[in-house]
């Protein structure tokens, strides 16, 4: 088996030398076991840094002709990098991996015997989450909850750990969508799947290139591109605010015929008023929100451009 490793890197000087030699590491090992051909690589994309992860990708492409690396024409964001990544790695079987070593190198290894056992796709999964800020890991857990309410498929506590066959890359390459959300593309292919537990550790160095914006950003794509369920329950919400209102109404009707009083308030005039308003303008954002998607589908732009690449067939 040809194996790719595929490593996703925005602004991972710090990290980049460490993580490149266990990787290689892990490749000779693999190599040793006979568990990959010795033509397997790692795929580094370098998302539009802006420090010296490509210098430090070029010089290590010169050392070692097992690292070959893609250069995006600007920061097109973690998942499109990984798509490029999946797209252009020429390999029988492709890992992908975070370039900080949070992801435990050992997981693939098994995700490497289960490919040979016939997996298509093998997702790394966490079993526990501990180096994960309490924040994280509440917010975390409350997301898998909601899209598996909103009726997503998503394999909990994995994120973009996994390995994927020839013919799981070749499904997912038939996928044409801009808005991306890999890890609920996935299970959509099918396919023989399996999953590998391990522990998944502190950043080795550098910071997160995920703050909470694009964290937020992800986790509404992750939403809105698999599931219209929140539209569904505006309809609902709409649907039991004007038999509320009618209700209401009746109510009102009845004591200005049967009483002397008149409809007591101020409070029950402005409040419903108020949340009305609030129930449209928020359906509408919703609403817009999809007609948004639709518009950013059908332009059908490419997720990136490689604007450089280094790889031992190259002559340079
Ligand atoms: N990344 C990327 N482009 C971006 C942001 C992040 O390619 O715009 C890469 C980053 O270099 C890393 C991976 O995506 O390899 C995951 O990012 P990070 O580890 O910072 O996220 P966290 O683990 O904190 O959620
Ligand atoms: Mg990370």
């Known amino acids: 088996m040809k194996l790719a490793i595929v490593v996703p890197c925005y602004n991972e000087e710090e990290v980049l030398p460490v993580t490149l030699k266990r990787l290689l590491g892990l490749l000779s090992q693999l190599r040793a076991q006979g568990a990959v051909d ?54 029988d079987a ?39 800020t309490a924040f994280k890991r509440i917010t975390a ?22 390995l994927m066959s020839r013919r799981a890359l070749e499904a997912l390459g038939k996928f044409q969508e801009s808005n991306l959300f890999l890890r609920g593309m996935v ?9 590998v537990y391990y522990e998944r550790h502190e950043r080795h160095a550098g910071n997160s290139k995920y703050p909470l914006a694009k964290m937020l950003s992800l986790a509404w794509e992750g939403i809105t591109s698999f599931s219209v369920a929140p ?46 308003g609030g129930v449209q303008l928020l359906s509408l954002g919703v609403i817009g929100e999809y007609v948004g998607k639709i518009y950013l589908e059908t332009k059908r732009r490419p997720a990136y451009f490689v604007s450089e690449r280094l790889s031992p067939d190259d002559a340079t």
Not at 42 to 62: H, Q
Not at 187 to 195: E, S, W
Not at 234 to 250: F, H, Q, V
Request: with cysteine; aromatic share 8%.
């Open 38 to 91: 010795s033509d397997s690589m790692l795929l580094f994309v370098d998302d539009g840094s802006k420090d010296r992860t490509w210098e430090l990708l070029r010089e290590a492409a010169a050392a070692d002709a097992r690292v070959q690396a893609l250069r995006l024409s600007r920061n097109r964001g973690h998942q499109r990098a990984l798509l490029a990544g999946l797209r252009e790695a020429q390999a």
């Open 94 to 132: 492709v890992v992908s991996i975070d370039a900080d070593l949070q992801d435990d190198l050992g997981a693939i290894v098994q995700m490497v015997a289960a490919a040979a056992g016939g997996a298509d796709i093998v997702y790394g999964v966490r079993c526990q989450r501990n180096s994960d």
């Open 141 to 162: 857990e409350g997301y898998y909850r909601l899209l598996a309410m909103f009726g997503v498929e998503v394999i909990f506590n994995h994120a973009d750990f996994r």
């Open 187 to 195: 299970p959509q292919l099918g396919f023989m799947t399996t999953v």
């Open 231 to 276: 539209l569904r329950f505006i309809t609902l919400l709409g649907l039991s605010t004007c038999l509320l209102a009618l209700g209401l109404g009746l109510w009102a009707l009845g004591i200005g015929i049967f009483t002397s009083e008149a409809v007591p308030g101020w409070t029950s005039t402005v409040v419903p008023l108020a949340f009305i």
